[in-house]
């Protein structure tokens, strides 16, 4: 099995900064993409921003510049880094990741996700 669990969420002022982990633990043999996404009050849930385990980031373009994604393979652990926070930023973000595990002779891609932390952000 696999876990994936966040942490990092708060409450935090209008222009504040929070930085959001996930660790992913469990029976792997390595995370392949590794992502935020996010879901406010009666909207769909969105990506945040993404990276590979090469390092290739993307970001959804309202997140560009304020936002920063990175992750450390030795801990099986992704980071986001937000600033400049306003409050329609506001969301349970949640992280996903697509591993890989050895099934009897294959390999294949499973995917995962962790169960959200709240981000709050208001005066």
């Known amino acids: 099995q696999v876990q994936v669990v966040e942490s990092g969420g708060d409450l935090v002022q209008p222009g504040g900064s929070l930085r959001l982990s996930c660790a992913v633990s469990?029976?792997?043999?390595?995370?392949?993409?590794m992502g935020w996404y996010r879901q406010a009050p009666g909207k769909e849930r969105d990506l945040v921003a993404a990276?590979?385990?090469?390092?290739?980031?993307n970001y959804a373009d309202s997140m560009k510049g304020r936002f920063t994604i990175s992750r450390d393979n030795a801990k099986n652990t992704v980071f986001l880094q937000m600033n400049s926070l306003k409050p329609e930023d506001t969301a349970v973000y949640s992280c996903?990741?697509?591993?890989?595990?050895?099934?009897?002779?294959?390999?294949?891609?499973?995917?995962?996700w962790g169960q959200g932390t709240q981000v709050t952000v208001s005066s």
């Open positions: 996903n990741v697509d591993v890989v595990r050895r099934i009897s002779s294959f390999y294949q891609i499973f995917n995962y």
């Open positions: 469990g029976s792997f043999v390595n995370i392949a993409a």
């Open positions: 990276i590979t385990s090469g390092g290739t980031t």
